[in-house]
């Protein structure tokens, strides 16, 4: 994106720092800088949009705060990265009692299939749209704790099969990020106790009926697209779910 159009401010009432915040998103959803890439330094920004150190600063701030951006000391400014260790389980909040560390994945299935009407409306999509859905597992001290579902919009991540999840390493979200270049940033969450059916039962190895955490998450990329629909039922009996609020 050209330096020049970068310094037209849009035109809103908006302060200058929240103005310079929504330019620098801009420029992060046409890819001009890549999650892990250095940002340019304080002076260069504000050289560019025509505004002083403290302002770009103050806009610096509230990205940190959403996790747009991380602060490295004495180094800089990065786009932040699923990738990062302290990225890679930003949005798993599911906590051992006992302290255990790490989770084993185990896919289930990833599969072409048209959006029925719910997984359309909430991505934003027609409905018959082609999504891929994966279905997975994670365990914990060699036990099933997560049974998750998750629906992705098929233009976003073509190519997407069981064999590329496989061979990755990482995260998901890691993955989603370096292949497909999609990268999440924000996430809503809706949280309900149920009764594990009894297909779900077999899958967590519980009894047909025991209580589970349901968690239905919305992930969005930049702009506030939503591009991954996912649902977990949670075995919480030796974990629990931990969320921090501001």
């Not at 009432?13 to 330094?41: H, T």
């Not at 497909?180 to 009926?209: I, N, S």
Request: proline share 6%; hydrophobic share 45%.
């Amino acid at each position: 994106m050209p330096c020049a159009a970068m310094r037209v401010m849009p035109k809103t009432a908006a302060p200058l720092y929240e103005q310079i915040r929504q330019l620098i998103v801009a420029a992060l959803a046409a890819g001009e800088w890549r999650p892990g890439d250095a940002l340019p330094s304080e002076a260069a920004l504000a050289q560019r949009f025509g505004a002083s150190p403290g302002t770009v600063r103050r806009a610096l701030d509230e990205l940190t705060a959403e996790h747009l951006v991380e602060r490295r000391q004495g180094s800089g400014t990065f786009v932040s990265t699923h990738s990062a260790p302290r990225q890679q389980f930003r949005f798993l909040r599911l906590v051992a009692d006992d302290e255990a560390r790490g989770f084993t994945r185990e896919l289930l299935g990833c599969r072409r299939m048209r959006a029925v009407a719910a997984v359309a409306r909430a991505l934003g999509i027609r409905t018959s749209e082609p999504v891929i859905e994966v279905r997975r597992m994670l365990h914990r001290r060699g036990r099933p704790v997560v049974l998750e579902e998750m629906w992705l919009p098929e233009r976003h991540f073509e190519g997407l099969s069981a064999e590329v999840i496989t061979a990755h390493a990482g995260t998901l979200y890691a993955l989603f990020e370096s292949r497909f270049g999609v990268h999440m940033v924000r996430a809503e969450e809706k949280l309900r106790a149920v009764a594990a059916t009894p297909d779900a039962a077999a899958l967590l190895q519980v009894a047909p009926g025991e209580p589970l955490l349901s968690v239905e998450r919305l992930a969005f990329t930049y702009g506030d697209r939503p591009v991954e629909l996912r649902r977990g039922l949670y075995y919480t009996n030796s974990d629990h779910y931990r969320n921090e609020l501001n």
